[in-house]
């Protein structure tokens, strides 16, 4: 049976290192016991790695089962009226579903590219507005003061989700202390190799916080999750050498694919979002790929993105030789 390359999902490529792997395996002796509950370890850890400029405290965190319950959570609190700029992750709209509650979806492609421009009169109007840094697909960053226009401009609730931070060290967690309308959304999956165990922050002020504790499940993040996220966050320093290796493979990729004459958007993350220039094209490379055994994640179609991307397909940055066997399909 034919090995299939799977670049679709964008979750991180490379196992997790030797050494918290070997931490790991000691946690499963004692899978019989349930989770701690307040995730406390867990909590001071994270503020830890936060760093001392930030300041946080426990009460400033909650942890969820996934960043998808965390969106969720987040969702069924502030939720109403969601504000949504396609395209990006499509799991904003689909939890608004979820609740019965109505997303706005509004299209930020200009000319081709992603520029974040949301009307006033929808910000004043949206109970909560979702913003992806970098965003997911199109990998662009966000300037800082386009943030912080939205933050002051908006009457409800501020969600930026920061899921692919520790590629890119833009944040606005800062800010989180004096705006009271401001989540910051984070995960494990991209970064830190763990997403089977399905790991997801937020972070806001306490009372904020508070809101989201009382509707969690009891036990929602499963114990070797929890001690999982204590482990990884002690390894920062290998995880580092990890993301930058990934960002080298991811840019090497996209100047490869420049030179074949396709254009590609910026490489912010551990995915590259590839325009074929044309819809037709698109779909013959991405059945082309496929019959090499190369799962992609193309832009059309109402399972994928929010928002129409009917040229484009996002490619996971996998290891390099896993890179140049798709850069060979797409010159064939």
Same mark, same amino acid.
Request: glycine share 6%.
């Given at each position: 049976?034919?090995?299939?390359?799977?670049?679709?999902?964008?979750? @991180?490529?490379?196992?997790?290192?030797?050494?918290?792997?070997?931490?790991?395996?000691?946690?499963?002796?004692? +899978?019989?016991?349930?989770?701690?509950?307040?995730?406390?370890?867990?909590?001071?850890?994270?503020? $830890?790695?936060?760093?001392?400029?930030?300041?946080?405290?426990?009460?400033?965190?909650?942890?969820?089962?996934?960043?998808?319950?965390?969106? $969720?959570?987040?969702?069924?609190?502030?939720?109403?009226?969601?504000?949504?700029? #396609?395209?990006?992750?499509?799991?904003?709209?689909?939890?608004?579903?979820?609740?019965?509650?109505?997303?706005?979806?509004?299209?930020?492609?200009?000319?081709?590219?992603?520029?974040?421009?949301?009307?006033?009169?929808?910000?004043?109007?949206?109970?909560?507005?979702?913003?992806?840094?970098?965003?997911?697909?199109?990998?662009?960053?966000?300037?800082?003061?386009?943030?912080?226009? +939205?933050?002051?401009?908006?009457?409800?609730?501020?969600?930026?989700?920061?899921?692919?931070?520790?590629?890119?060290?833009?944040?606005?967690?800062?800010?989180?202390?004096?705006?009271?309308?401001?989540?910051?959304?984070?995960?494990?999956?991209?970064?830190?190799?763990?997403?089977?165990?399905? @790991?997801?922050?937020? +972070?806001?002020?306490?009372?904020?916080?508070?809101?989201?504790?009382?509707?969690?499940?009891?036990?929602?993040?499963?114990?070797?999750?929890?001690? #999982?996220?204590?482990?990884?966050?002690?390894?920062?320093?290998?995880?580092?050498?990890?993301?930058?290796?990934?960002?080298?493979?991811?840019?090497?990729?996209? #100047?490869?694919?420049?030179?074949?004459?396709?254009?590609?958007?910026?490489?912010?993350?551990?995915?590259?979002?590839? $325009?074929?220039?044309?819809?037709?094209?698109?779909?013959?490379?991405?059945?082309?790929?496929?019959?090499?055994?190369?799962?992609?994640?193309?832009?059309?179609?109402?399972? $994928?993105?929010?928002?129409?991307?009917?040229?484009?397909?996002?490619?996971?940055?996998?290891?390099?030789?896993?890179?140049?066997?798709?850069?060979?399909?797409?010159?064939?």
């Amino acid at each position: 049976m034919r090995e299939i390359l799977d670049l679709g999902v964008a979750d @991180l490529k490379f196992l997790p290192p030797a050494t918290v792997l070997r931490e790991l395996r000691r946690e499963l002796s004692k +899978i019989n016991l349930y989770p701690s509950g307040d995730y406390l370890e867990l909590k001071k850890a994270y503020c $830890d790695y936060l760093g001392p400029e930030l300041a946080m405290q426990p009460e400033n965190l909650v942890f969820g089962n996934g960043l998808d319950e965390v969106i $969720d959570l987040v969702t069924r609190v502030w939720g109403g009226v969601n504000l949504i700029p #396609a395209p990006t992750f499509n799991q904003y709209s689909r939890a608004a579903m979820r609740s019965n509650q109505r997303a706005v979806s509004v299209n930020m492609l200009r000319h081709g590219r992603y520029e974040l421009n949301f009307d006033s009169k929808d910000l004043r109007r949206a109970t909560l507005v979702w913003v992806c840094n970098p965003n997911n697909p199109t990998g662009d960053l966000i300037p800082r003061r386009k943030i912080e226009s +939205i933050i002051e401009s908006s009457e409800g609730m501020v969600a930026v989700d920061e899921c692919y931070f520790e590629y890119t060290r833009e944040t606005v967690a800062d800010l989180v202390k004096e705006c009271e309308n401001l989540i910051v959304l984070r995960s494990f999956s991209k970064n830190f190799g763990i997403a089977g165990l399905r @790991l997801g922050v937020a +972070i806001s002020r306490p009372e904020n916080i508070e809101k989201i504790e009382k509707i969690r499940q009891p036990f929602n993040v499963n114990r070797l999750a929890e001690k #999982a996220g204590v482990i990884v966050l002690r390894h920062k320093g290998e995880y580092e050498k990890i993301w930058q290796k990934v960002l080298k493979i991811g840019k090497e990729f996209a #100047a490869e694919v420049e030179r074949i004459g396709f254009r590609t958007f910026p490489v912010n993350a551990n995915f590259v979002l590839v $325009d074929f220039l044309s819809e037709n094209k698109a779909r013959e490379i991405f059945l082309k790929l496929e019959k090499n055994g190369i799962k992609t994640y193309p832009g059309w179609g109402e399972e $994928d993105f929010e928002g129409n991307l009917s040229r484009h397909i996002r490619f996971a940055i996998g290891a390099e030789e896993k890179m140049k066997l798709v850069i060979s399909v797409l010159k064939s």
